[in-house]
């Protein structure tokens, strides 16, 4: 621990290393991450003169048990076109690099990387509550830190002791030109918008690629209720055949061919 008349510089030893420092003056406080060089993340190969970046860097540097299915890394060169896919990684040009901080990589991944409702849930859970909420703080009308903001509160049910964001416009949780998204829903608190598909409970994050928008755009249920209007009753009815009434029998759990009778005892 140093002290210094305005700044105290925390570091803790656990399973992830990591350091703090407040600042009393600003009432903020950003959190170094270790993140020490290896050839490694989860069985996955580093592209060469690579370091992780964003989700990855925070899963590596916590020692989060969560998979991180695109990971990212930042190259030591210059990419053409700012990033490139390299087997399962993600690259981008070394001017992407967001620093050291736990801050640098949680913007770094609401801004670039897909988003993982898992990994940051278990990220949250393995960094104290006020590193968060010294987050919000530090820019709390920021676009990414809204985000983050109700993304913990939503994925581990505690409430940060901040103060509610300003009448500022709201913004949309999820990009709706990159996912699917629900009918939003203003969180005042945050000023987000929330259009994740599904409950509380279950949360589909379904990307729009380009074969699911081709899906969208095609109607196929347009096409199936003007196939079946232009099918006749007697194809589209299930024909009662003894194959299909043997069928159907199976499908019950009763034996073809056997009455099943009630007896009162």
Not at 182 to 194: Q, Y
Not at 228 to 248: C, W
Request: net charge positive; glycine share 8%; with cysteine.
């Amino acid at each position: 621990m140093v002290f210094d008349q305005n700044l105290i510089t925390l570091v803790f030893d656990n399973m992830a290393c990591f350091g703090a420092e407040f600042d009393r003056l600003n009432g903020f406080s950003t959190m170094d991450l270790d993140l020490s060089t290896s050839t490694l993340f989860q069985d996955k190969l580093l592209p060469d003169e690579a370091r992780p970046v964003g989700l990855s860097a925070l899963v590596q540097a916590l020692a989060v048990k969560a998979p991180v299915r695109r990971p990212s890394a930042i190259s030591e060169k210059h990419i053409r076109g700012s990033y490139r896919d390299e087997g399962e990684w993600r690259l981008f040009d070394k001017r992407y690099w967001p620093g050291q901080t736990l801050a640098d990589h949680l913007n770094f991944a609401l801004r670039h990387e897909d988003l993982d409702l898992l990994v940051l849930k278990r990220v949250f859970k393995a960094v104290p509550k006020s590193a968060i909420e010294a987050f919000v703080r530090e820019a709390p009308t920021g676009v990414p830190t809204r985000r983050v903001w109700f993304l913990y509160e939503m994925l581990t049910g505690e409430t940060l002791d901040v103060a509610e964001s300003p009448a500022i416009a709201a913004v949309d949780l999820l990009d709706p030109k990159a996912y699917f998204t629900g009918k939003p829903k203003v969180s005042k608190r945050h000023r987000v918008r929330d259009n994740l598909l599904g409950t509380k409970d279950f949360i589909p994050i379904i990307r729009r690629t380009p074969a699911l928008v081709g899906f969208t755009v095609s109607d196929l249920a347009a096409k199936a209720r003007d196939t079946v209007g232009r099918t006749g009753g007697h194809v589209a009815a299930r024909r009662r055949t003894p194959a299909a009434q043997s069928a159907g029998a199976l499908g019950t759990g009763r034996r073809p061919g056997r009455k099943t009778c009630a007896y009162a005892g």
